[in-house]
């Protein structure tokens, strides 16, 4: 065989000129949402030491750090409350007053700009720590609806731009869509955590949103790690119940889930690099056994390359600034 008789592929892969022009996935500051946790109480800035660089931060630090967010051109929040006081039923997390609410109004007060999403589930507020009305030792689906609701309703009135229900309960995209609908914000888009899974990359969340729960698990509700087909059914259902955006969640080990929603369902497509995701990266970088930027960029575009049309991630404002370097 001669050397004319092969493709060399490698021609491509010298200049780095060449190699950006030919790169077929590019991440850019408008892929990405940063969540933050806001804490009841006043000069709050606490670390969460499982999640370095990440802060449970009252209110008008939560405002500031929006600022920061926003001049980084990062185009949006997502929104956990940590509430003073937890109760069976989660009520400050519909609390017009509640920890939540206050923050989304603070926020589009002083940083209009800058998208707020609502996470909606009860975990945070519940003393029990699950993600709806406990009886016995059920979740009980349909009353938990109701609460979702109000959560949904209160976060809408608050000023949130979209609502982002995490809980998982059968019907709740529908329910939230049909109370919106019914006080008028009927054009309030709702990004579903469609295909969420019971996942133990979720660790370091639930020392960062104190939401762990009490008793048992999340398995009868968040999906088996092992389904696939399954969040396809659960996305068909979200999607016909009026969901406007898809999530999948954790995303780094369910690249293979992102894919096939995206070319199932052909939606804007979210994807949730997990607290879990994140915490791994800066322990091994902090370690000294990986590269943390580098392996960021390259976590990053797997989720983008999968299909992912915006990423969740704790790295928003570090890829954001690695980004205006390039
Ligand atoms: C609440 C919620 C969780 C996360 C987002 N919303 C935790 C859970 O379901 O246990 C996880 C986010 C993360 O790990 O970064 N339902
Ligand atoms: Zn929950």
């Given at each position: ?14 200049n780095?000129?060449?190699r950006?022009?030919?790169r ?8 990405f949402?940063?969540?933050?946790f806001s804490a ?8 969460v030491?499982?999640m370095?660089g990440?802060?449970q ?23 956990f ?5 937890k109760?069976?039923?989660g ?15 603070a ?41 979702l ?5 209160t976060?809408a ?10 809980d ?17 914000y ?15 990359y ?10 762990a729960p ?9 999906m088996?790690?092992?389904n ?9 259902e979200?999607?016909?119940e009026g969901a ?15 894919r ?7 939606m ?5 690099q ?31 390359r999968?299909g992912?049309d ?17």
């Amino acid at each position: 065989m001669s050397n004319l008789d092969f493709r060399r592929l490698r021609r491509l892969r010298y200049n780095p000129i060449v190699r950006d022009m030919v790169r077929e996935t590019h991440l850019n500051k408008s892929d990405f949402i940063y969540p933050l946790f806001s804490a009841h109480g006043e000069n709050i800035k606490k670390p969460v030491s499982s999640m370095p660089g990440v802060y449970q931060m009252s209110i008008e630090n939560i405002v500031e750090e929006c600022k920061e967010v926003r001049d980084l051109g990062i185009p949006g929040v997502i929104l956990f409350g940590i509430p003073e006081a937890k109760d069976e039923v989660g009520s400050d997390a519909y609390a017009e007053e509640g920890i939540i609410q206050r923050t989304i109004r603070a926020i589009k007060k002083e940083v209009s700009d800058l998208l707020v999403i609502g996470d909606v589930c009860m975990c945070e507020y519940t003393s029990h720590g699950h993600c709806g009305v406990v009886h016995g030792d059920d979740i009980v689906n349909d009353e938990t609806l109701v609460l979702l609701s109000k959560i949904a309703l209160t976060q809408a009135e608050a000023g949130a731009d979209i609502i982002a229900p995490s809980d998982m309960m059968d019907g709740r995209i529908a329910a939230i869509r049909q109370t919106l609908d019914n006080h008028k914000y009927k054009n309030l888009p709702i990004m579903s955590y469609s295909a969420k899974y019971a996942s133990a990359y979720y660790g370091p969340f639930r020392d960062a949103a104190e939401g762990a729960p009490k008793f048992g698990d999340r398995k009868s509700h968040q999906m088996d790690i092992a389904n696939v087909n399954e969040a396809i059914r659960e996305v068909e259902e979200d999607i016909a119940e009026g969901a406007d955006i898809v999530m999948v969640k954790p995303a780094g080990a369910y690249l293979d889930v992102i894919r096939r929603v995206k070319d199932e369902f052909a939606m804007p497509t979210a994807a949730y690099q997990v607290s879990g995701e994140y915490s791994m990266i800066k322990a091994g970088a902090q370690l000294g056994w990986i590269d943390e930027e580098k392996i960021m960029v390259e976590s990053l575009t797997a989720i983008k390359r999968a299909g992912a049309d915006m990423i969740l991630t704790y790295f928003a404002k570090d890829i954001a600034r690695y980004l205006d370097k390039q």
